[in-house]
């Protein structure tokens, strides 16, 4: 039984292995290039973010998400991270630092990911840029945002929202208020959290530069890098 359960895990990690490489293969082949962001922080107890901005050669409408990354959209895909209640916990924790409540519909968005999963069997893909992201915050448990660099106008700064700030989050106009929640603000306002991101600046099909940011904390220690290393593999 021993010996089945090794030969059972070396196969999962020639799996993973193997898909990394592919995935490494189409990142080359779609011109993709990565950079550190340019983001001010304002300081906070828990806040463990990573961040890097991305160039595609041509746009988001004009790229296929490879097969190795729409697996990963699906229930059961084999991955090198996966979320838990500890993760879950934690995530919370640290939107709640500052007054926000992370609950019902103001839950962290990596929640909605693992709901979405369970009821459908699959993520729906969007394009490359969410896909990945999408893969990531799914089973490291993460909340990730992902802003349109020809949207979103510098300087950059995350820091807790103010009472009375708000923003539309779907192109129904729909409204979440901001209040005591850790945001990603532009040149304009806050424009992503760990929650919902902005209409606004969220990525179209015309898109070719983006900025990602993973929601960690440090009361998950390393899991933030981890996830941060793996997004850029993917």
Known sequence: EGRNQSESCENVERELHDRLRTMAWARGATSVTMS????????????????????????LQEIATPPPILELLRAGAAAPLASDDAVR??????LRHAGYRPTGRGKPASEYLLGA???????TSINLAVDACNAVSLHSGLPISIVDLDLA????????????????????????????????FDA???????VKDSQRTKTRGETRRTLSVVWGTRALAGRTAHAVTWYHEV
Do not use: W
Not at 43 to 50: E, I, K
Not at 188 to 194: H, S, Y
């Open 36 to 59: 550190q962001a340019s983001i001010t922080f304002d300081d906070h107890p828990l806040l463990d973010a990573g961040s890097f901005t991305t160039a595609f050669l041509r746009p």
């Open 89 to 94: 916990n934690s995530v919370r924790d640290l």
């Open 117 to 123: 999963v369970a009821e459908n069997g699959s993520l």
């Open 153 to 184: 106008k510098p300087p950059f700064r995350i820091g807790i929202a103010a009472e009375g700030e708000k923003y539309v989050f779907n192109a129904s106009g729909q409204v979440i208020d901001l209040a005591g929640l850790l945001c990603l």
């Open 188 to 194: 304009d306002g806050p424009c992503a959290n760990a």
